[in-house]
Structures are given as C-alpha cells and as structure tokens.
C-alpha cells in the first residue's frame, strides 16, 4: 500500500507566539480513512488546512508521495488533494450539476471548456454521493445534509486521491450523520487516502482505519480505533462525563452525567 500523504515534524505557530501545531506526525495511505479526533482547540482543523496546502506550517513538511506539497503550483495540488470546508461562507446560487462541475477546474482547458469527461466525472460523483437526484437544483435550495453530500460530490469529481475534510457531520441529524461517514468509508475503499476531522468518537470508530487523538496541537495516540479509543485516554482527555462501551467492533462514546 503506497503512502499518499504525509505529515513531518508539522509546527505551526501564530504571530502571538501561541503553538496550534507542535511536532504532528503523520502518514495516510491510499485506500486508508483516518479519522483525526480531539477537543475543541486541539488543532484539528489547523492540521488539516496544513494537509490539503492551504496553509504554510512554521516548521516540518506535508508530503504527498514523497514530494513537499508547498512546493506544487496551486493547479497541480488541486489534482493531487481535494478539500471538503466544515461550511461554505456563502452560498452560491448555481446548480447543483454546475457546482460540482466546478470540482474539475484543475483539469478543464480554459479555451476548450468542459469536456465529455469531466462531465462523466461530474455524473459518477453525483451518483456515488447519493446526489444525483439535486442535480437540477439550486444549492440555496437544499438542506444542510443535502449540501454536505453536494460538497463532497464537488470533491470526488476533483479526481484527487486525497480528500481532506473538515467535520462533514457537523449540524447533520443522525441518520445524515452514518450516510455521511458511509460515504467517505467508500470513497476510501475506492483507493482513495481520506482525512477527516470529527467529533463523532462512535461514527468514527466504525469507519475509520486509523485514528488519531490530537490534544494541543500534538498526536496524543494513533492506531486502530479500538487501541486509541481507550476509555481512561478518553476520560483523561474529555473528561469523566463520558459513557464508553465496546460495540459491534466499535466503540460507542457519548456524553454521559446527572445533570442538576
């Protein structure tokens, strides 16, 4: 299994001299979902900016098969890492079909314009996301669930093998919530590196290949879900109020405590 990316020594500081990230190291392989995991504040959506070149670290290197990722062009990073927000800051008023075509910006000749293939590409995207049926509709129309698959569907139309992507559950209810990771875990399986950051302890454990605990910009533990997701790291980290049990090869974490 040939490693797509990778994360050396990453340090990123703020002009404060505050550290988001201190020493982060990481690989992800082809056909691996990693779930990077933490508190609010630990550095996981820094990370995965770091990851996707959208965002310069103070210190160490992201690579994407053995070559530094700050050092391709921007259009050629587009081709190699696609990037899924936790959120659009605004919401364009196009079509569904033309937002997702709009994922294959890195690969349309701006002469020729879209090609029969991009189109194709736009097509299998929209049906491995369970979207096909919004193609025609306008993005400001849908709900937040809908949105989410579209946003992915943009991504998987980029052609990249690495997605990168920020909390894609965040204000979903819970059965957009399981599609949601559904779909990311097949996107993987498809031979796809996939990176996401989540709060979803339970959801997570279920997808992911790996996972990674990060607290205060520094990987706490990585490994197989059911050897990070240790009930005393957990508590130690989010605190007592946690009810952790062994499921289904899983692990099922929520919070848990008398309230009043």
């Not at 299994?1 to 703020?14: F, H, K, V």
């Not at 990230?21 to 990481?26: Q, S």
């Not at 130690?236 to 899983?250: K, N, S, T, W």
Request: with cysteine; charged share 20%.
């Amino acid at each position: 299994m040939t490693t797509r990316l990778e994360a050396r020594a990453l340090e990123l500081a703020y002009p404060s001299g505050a550290r988001a990230l201190a020493g982060v190291n990481l690989k992800v392989a082809a056909g691996e979902l990693l779930s990077i995991v933490g508190p609010n504040g630990a550095g996981k959506s820094t990370l995965l900016r770091c990851l996707a070149g959208l965002l310069a670290p103070t210190a160490g290197a992201v690579e994407i098969d053995g070559a530094p990722l700050g050092a391709l062009r921007p259009l050629e990073r587009a081709r190699r890492v696609a990037f899924v927000p936790q959120f659009l800051p605004a919401v364009p008023d196009v079509l569904v079909e033309d937002f997702v075509l709009g994922g294959r910006y890195a690969h349309i000749d701006r002469w020729r314009g879209p090609t029969r293939a991009d189109y194709e590409a736009v097509e299998r995207a929209l049906s491995a996301c369970g979207a096909a049926e919004l193609r025609e509709r306008l993005l400001t129309e849908l709900s937040g669930g809908q949105r989410q698959r579209v946003l992915l569907a943009r991504a998987a139309a980029q052609s990249a093998p690495v997605i990168v992507v920020d909390e894609p559950t965040a204000a979903l209810d819970p059965a957009h919530q399981v599609a949601v990771f559904a779909l990311l875990a097949s996107l993987a399986r498809e031979g796809r590196c996939v990176v996401l950051a989540t709060h979803e302890l339970s959801l997570a454990s279920r997808a992911s290949d790996t996972i990674a605990l990060l607290v205060c910009g520094q990987v706490r533990a990585v490994g197989a879900p059911l050897e990070v997701l240790q009930p005393r790291l957990l508590r130690e980290v989010y605190g007592p109020d946690l009810l952790i049990e062994a499921r289904d090869g899983g692990v099922l974490v929520a919070p848990w405590a008398r309230l009043g």
